[in-house]
């Protein structure tokens, strides 16, 4: 059989579509069988249930079973790398969050890069630090710990629960942009013995995880100066944001879905319409409200770029603070 050129032309080209094609209909089938959520930091967490309430939502939506799977250690890296060398299928996801836009540049040494390795999918959730003291403290807000710290330079003594961790460099940032010198203590366990310290009156502030100092807040055992966040806390309206005192002044934590680089844009397409409609719904937003966050709804371009924009922005002052993994 003889083939004219533009015969040949039409086959090949119908042939070269195929794959299209089938990414098309394998996102309209997806999923057919369970989806793992790959989550960085051990179960009962913020992390953790915020995966198990989207993991639920997204098991409703879908049909198929989203299930969370706890890999702790190396400061999410272990999890994020798994996700890495895991098949582009849309049946590996990462729930990355803000550690992995400071772990880029802290770490050095890494086997991946989460800015090109991992696909964003979108977004979950938002949430404030807070900016707290003691309550003997002399100074009852942002501008007058400000003029304390100025006039003691070096003396006021400032919590942070591990090097590299976001409330090292959300103090690390407000040192830099306030233009003030703090003795920093870190804490390897983790907030705990530092909100601990704090309320003995061992050390001076930290930032903090709103969630987890909201209770000491309301029962007066800490004093709340300020939100990290660009406004005011839906949790606590009647403490500024630290921006009211030092404009610009931002530091979100935030959490999203991450695929493996490759994955196909149809099934990226399909889980961020999913996970955008559960977002919307008012029980997911009160839940998320309960944890101290807000939704965090994105396409997927929009969080790609405001991952670009996050490591970008924390590789600077990373740099600018000399922070160091020893």
Same mark, same amino acid.
Do not use: C
């Given at each position: 059989?003889?083939?004219?050129?533009?015969?040949?032309?039409?086959?090949?080209?119908?042939?070269?579509?195929?794959?299209?094609?089938?990414?098309?209909?394998?996102?309209?089938?997806?999923?057919?069988?369970?989806?793992?959520?790959?989550?960085?930091?051990?179960?009962?967490?913020?992390?953790?249930?915020?995966?198990?309430?989207?993991?639920?939502?997204?098991?409703?939506?879908?049909?198929?079973?989203?299930?969370?799977?706890?890999?702790?250690?190396?400061?999410?890296?272990?999890?994020?790398?798994?996700?890495?060398?895991?098949?582009?299928?849309?049946?590996?996801?990462?729930?990355?969050?803000?550690?992995?836009?400071?772990?880029?540049?802290?770490?050095?040494?890494?086997?991946?890069?989460?800015?090109?390795?991992?696909?964003?999918?979108?977004?979950?959730?938002?949430? @404030?630090? /807070?900016? $707290?003291?003691? !309550?003997?403290?002399? +100074?009852? &807000?942002?501008?007058?710990?400000? %003029?304390?710290?100025?006039?003691?330079?070096?003396?006021?003594?400032?919590?942070?629960?591990?090097?590299?961790?976001?409330?090292?460099?959300?103090?690390?940032?407000?040192?830099?942009?306030?233009?003030?010198?703090?003795?920093?203590?870190?804490?390897?366990?983790?907030?705990?013995?530092?909100?601990?310290?704090?309320?003995?009156?061992?050390?001076?502030?930290?930032?903090?995880?709103?969630?987890?100092?909201?209770?000491?807040?309301?029962?007066?055992?800490?004093?709340?100066?300020?939100?990290?966040?660009?406004?005011?806390?839906?949790?606590?309206?009647?403490? @500024?944001? /630290?921006? $009211?005192?030092? !404009?610009?002044?931002? +530091?979100? &934590?935030?959490?999203?879905?991450? %695929?493996?680089?490759?994955?196909?844009?149809?099934?990226?397409?399909?889980?961020?319409?999913?996970?955008?409609?559960?977002?919307?719904?008012?029980?997911?937003?009160?839940?998320?409200?309960?944890?101290?966050?807000?939704?965090?709804?994105?396409?997927?371009?929009e969080f790609r770029t405001f991952i670009a924009k996050d490591t970008d922005k924390w590789a600077n002052v990373?740099?600018?603070?000399?922070?160091?993994?020893?």
């Amino acid at each position: 059989m003889r083939f004219s050129r533009r015969r040949f032309m039409t086959l090949t080209g119908g042939f070269a579509a195929l794959p299209s094609f089938s990414h098309l209909a394998s996102a309209q089938t997806y999923p057919t069988r369970p989806v793992r959520i790959i989550v960085g930091y051990g179960p009962g967490g913020v992390a953790d249930i915020l995966a198990r309430l989207l993991g639920q939502a997204l098991s409703e939506r879908l049909g198929q079973p989203f299930i969370v799977e706890n890999r702790p250690g190396a400061a999410t890296n272990l999890a994020t790398e798994a996700v890495v060398r895991a098949p582009a299928d849309g049946y590996t996801l990462l729930l990355a969050n803000l550690t992995n836009a400071i772990n880029t540049t802290l770490y050095q040494d890494l086997r991946f890069d989460f800015t090109t390795d991992i696909s964003p999918v979108a977004g979950i959730a938002q949430a @404030p630090l /807070v900016m $707290e003291v003691n !309550p003997s403290f002399p +100074a009852k &807000t942002v501008p007058e710990f400000i %003029a304390y710290a100025k006039a003691n330079p070096g003396k006021v003594t400032v919590a942070t629960s591990g090097v590299g961790s976001p409330p090292h460099i959300a103090e690390e940032l407000f040192r830099i942009m306030a233009g003030v010198q703090l003795y920093a203590v870190p804490y390897s366990a983790g907030s705990a013995p530092a909100l601990t310290d704090l309320m003995a009156g061992r050390v001076d502030v930290t930032f903090d995880p709103l969630l987890t100092s909201i209770g000491y807040i309301r029962s007066e055992k800490l004093r709340a100066l300020a939100v990290t966040t660009a406004i005011r806390a839906e949790m606590l309206p009647n403490v @500024p944001a /630290v921006a $009211e005192f030092t !404009p610009g002044y931002e +530091a979100n &934590t935030w959490v999203g879905i991450g %695929a493996p680089k490759n994955t196909p844009t149809e099934i990226i397409d399909r889980l961020n319409k999913e996970i955008n409609a559960a977002l919307a719904d008012p029980n997911m937003k009160s839940r998320l409200a309960d944890l101290g966050g807000s939704t965090f709804a994105t396409s997927a371009a929009e969080f790609r770029t405001f991952i670009a924009k996050d490591t970008d922005k924390w590789a600077n002052v990373i740099r600018t603070a000399g922070i160091k993994i020893n």
